[in-house]
């Protein structure tokens, strides 16, 4: 993770500097993924084992979102902060991550997808866009994903069934209309 950081910062500075195409020439998807319930894990198990727990998280993660071309940003206690540089493959690699933690016997996962903007500063990613993808990933149900519209119409065609979900008005944000894509947890 961190070499993958420190590339991408010289990879961002090259590019500003002209000697270099940028990387991204599309707006990557962004998606907040948070383990459900790890207050009450804590307290059940105890601070080391929550530790361990969130430990097989991040390294399972680190596999699977890697396989879907994407990468941690960052990690967040429970949280991790994903970026997909192809938008259309972050809906697959999301579903996929979920699926397999439910085989580890992990926890569920809360999941916040968007797609669009985002600044890179020493090695994180900032904007609304992230902003938004933690906020959804509040309003998901466990084992599920929730986007906005403007986020749905970036991930192509791919054959992932979403579902209208209502509207929900994230803190400081406007009411917005989301879609779910709620993953089965059978083993």
Do not use: Y
Request: glycine share 10%; proline share 5%.
């Amino acid at each position: 993770m961190v070499f993958e950081n420190i590339t991408m910062q010289i990879q961002d500075a090259l590019a500003a500097d002209g000697m270099l195409t940028p990387v991204m020439t599309t707006p990557p998807a962004v998606a907040f993924v948070d383990l459900v319930g790890f207050a009450a894990l804590t307290e059940r198990l105890g601070d080391h084992e929550a530790v361990r727990t969130v430990t097989r998280f991040e390294a399972l993660a680190q596999d699977v979102i890697a396989a879907s071309g994407g990468r941690i940003v960052k990690t967040l206690g429970d949280g991790l902060l994903l970026l997909f540089r192809e938008p259309e493959r972050a809906p697959g690699g999301c579903i996929n991550l979920i699926t397999r933690l439910a085989r580890a016997g992990l926890p569920q996962v809360h999941v916040g997808l968007t797609a669009g903007p985002v600044i890179h500063r020493d090695g994180d990613i900032f904007g609304n866009c992230v902003n938004l993808a933690a906020r959804l990933a509040g309003f998901a149900a466990p084992s599920q994903i929730m986007t906005d519209a403007g986020s749905l119409a970036r991930f192509g065609a791919e054959a992932i069934s979403w579902s209208p979900g209502g509207n929900v008005t994230p803190k400081g944000m406007a009411e917005i209309a989301v879609f779910t894509c709620s993953v089965a947890r059978a083993l």
